[in-house]
């Protein structure tokens, strides 16, 4: 089975803290994304990767960075958290398909709360 | 550019009941389409997912129709369980297909 996991299900940091989110992925996949989940507003992208050192701004990517230095370790870095960063934050990985289509696999969430 | 609509929750319904759950979209190009659940706790899973016109996905006792003509892909399921609780996301990609477009996702409670 694919297994995504994130470094920690839940968090608690401070106004202007540097927060780090670590997800690895065990598939070889070569994609790999950081959405945050808010509710009435579903998943938002906020950094996608494609390979290793390869990144792309998603549809809300300010007040972030990512790193991607080895296949399966996507990281999600708040440079100086705030509290509308308080959040539920999803990685997931995929490859393409026999199909073309690739399916999404998710980890289990990072609970953020910026006090 | 493309969106997904899907209708608004929360859903209450009996056990046993049928489930539809609505999405529509709007995408350039001919899109997959995606059902994603959500149980409590959880990150997301794929439910089912349909590539072309006229496919159905199904998983789980859980349905969908790829309708190109109404730009739909309703969930639909003839007897729900205690166990389908979950929030369901409908989710289209279009294009390059690294990227998924979710609707806003409708909790679904099911009361036994």
């Known amino acids: 089975d694919v297994k995504v996991t994130q470094s920690s299900r839940y968090l608690v940091k401070r106004t202007g803290e540097k927060v780090f989110l670590e997800c690895v992925q065990d598939?070889?996949?070569?994609?790999m994304f950081w959405y945050r989940q808010d509710p009435g507003l579903g998943l938002r992208l906020i950094y996608f990767?494609?390979?290793?050192?390869?990144?792309e701004k998603g549809d809300i990517p300010e007040g972030y960075s990512v790193s991607r230095e080895k296949k399966e370790r996507f990281s999600l870095i708040l440079e100086s958290a705030s509290t509308n960063q308080t959040s539920m934050y999803l990685c997931?990985?995929?490859?393409?398909?026999?199909?073309?289509?690739?399916?999404?696999?998710f980890g289990p969430g990072t609970r953020l709360l910026v006090l | 550019g493309d969106s997904v609509t899907q209708m608004e929750g929360p859903v209450t319904l009996s056990e046993e009941a049928f489930l539809t759950i609505n999405c529509t979209y709007t995408?350039?190009?001919?899109?997959?389409l995606f059902w994603y659940v959500q149980y409590p706790g959880e990150g997301l899973q794929l439910l089912l997912k349909?590539?072309?016109?006229?496919d159905k996905g199904s998983n789980k006792g859980f349905e969908a129709t790829y309708r190109k003509e109404t730009t739909s892909f309703h969930l639909e399921k003839g007897s729900v369980q205690v166990s389908d609780s979950a929030v369901y996301f409908c989710?289209?990609?279009?294009?390059?297909?690294?990227?998924?477009?979710f609707g806003k996702g409708t909790l679904l409670t099911v009361n036994p």
């Open positions: 997931a990985s995929s490859a393409p398909g026999t199909s073309g289509v690739e399916t999404q696999y």
């Open positions: 598939m070889d996949h070569e994609n």
């Open positions: 990767s494609y390979d290793v050192k390869m990144k």
């Open positions: 995408a350039t190009g001919y899109p997959s």
């Open positions: 349909a590539t072309k016109a006229d």
């Open positions: 989710a289209l990609a279009a294009g390059s297909n690294y990227k998924l477009t």
